[in-house]
């Protein structure tokens, strides 16, 4: 660690003969301040996720950023992010305790809580422990009820658990935050077809529904 507290830069940097790698670098050298920095350590890790496909190296800086936050907030985000890399590989328990970390940090702005609550929901569905799914799904939705993504995986978590009238309410409700999301409506096509027994709700769902294009009928 330098004087200033900057951590040296993971082995393997860099990692390509690309302009793009070069001038992301000569900015974070050129960078004043820790904010500064940060900002140019975020765009590396994002070259790293999405140009040269090198995930090792952007959770390594995502590491380093970790280490040199002073920053509750920016900490919290940095661990969404790395949660969310876990996701890609289907590390489910790794990403898990990313998120979980993240909320150890208690984020004041509202959008990072509904994420950190939101995805520890998935991880949870996905991890069959729906339960604690539903949990986090509720917390999210009390934080910010407009969003789609906590509607979805609370039907999934009901779903889980045996609930599938629960489930259906939960999918409506993800079709009304988002009505252009093919995946709620496809969740919601998939359920009344494994479950027959929702034949006596396609009034009421047909209803809520309303005229929402392909959403309307959701056979169709």
């Known amino acids: 660690m330098s004087a200033s507290g900057e951590q040296q830069l993971p082995p393997g940097i860099p990692a390509t003969a690309t302009e ?10 050129s960078s004043f301040g820790p904010h500064q920095r940060a900002e140019a350590l975020w765009e590396l890790v994002q070259f790293y996720l999405h140009e ?58 509202p959008r990072t809580m509904y994420l950190l609550h939101n995805n520890v929901a998935f991880c949870h569905n996905m991890l069959a422990q729906y339960d604690l799914s539903e949990s986090f799904c509720r917390r999210a939705i009390e934080i910010d009820a407009t969003r789609a993504n906590a509607y979805a ?26 009505p252009e999301d093919p995946l709620t409506i496809q969740l919601l096509k998939k359920l009344l077809g494994d479950y027959p027994e929702l034949v006596w709700q396609r009034s009421w769902i047909d209803k809520e ?8 009928n959701p056979d169709a």
Request: some cysteine; charged content about 25%.
């Open 20 to 29: 793009g790698e070069q001038s992301l670098l000569q900015a974070l050298a």
């Open 52 to 109: 040269a496909r090198r995930r090792d190296l952007a959770v390594a800086l995502l590491d380093v950023m970790m280490q040199e936050s002073v920053s509750p907030e920016r900490t919290a985000i940095y661990c969404i992010a790395l949660g969310k890399i876990a996701e890609l590989d289907e590390h489910w328990d790794l990403a898990l305790s990313h998120y979980t970390r993240g909320l150890s940090f208690h984020p004041k702005n």
């Open 153 to 178: 995986n609370l039907g999934a978590a009901l779903e889980g658990k045996g609930d599938v009238v629960g489930a259906a309410f939960a999918f409506v409700e993800a079709i009304h935050a988002n």
């Open 209 to 216: 529904l309303g005229e929402r294009g392909s959403a309307r």
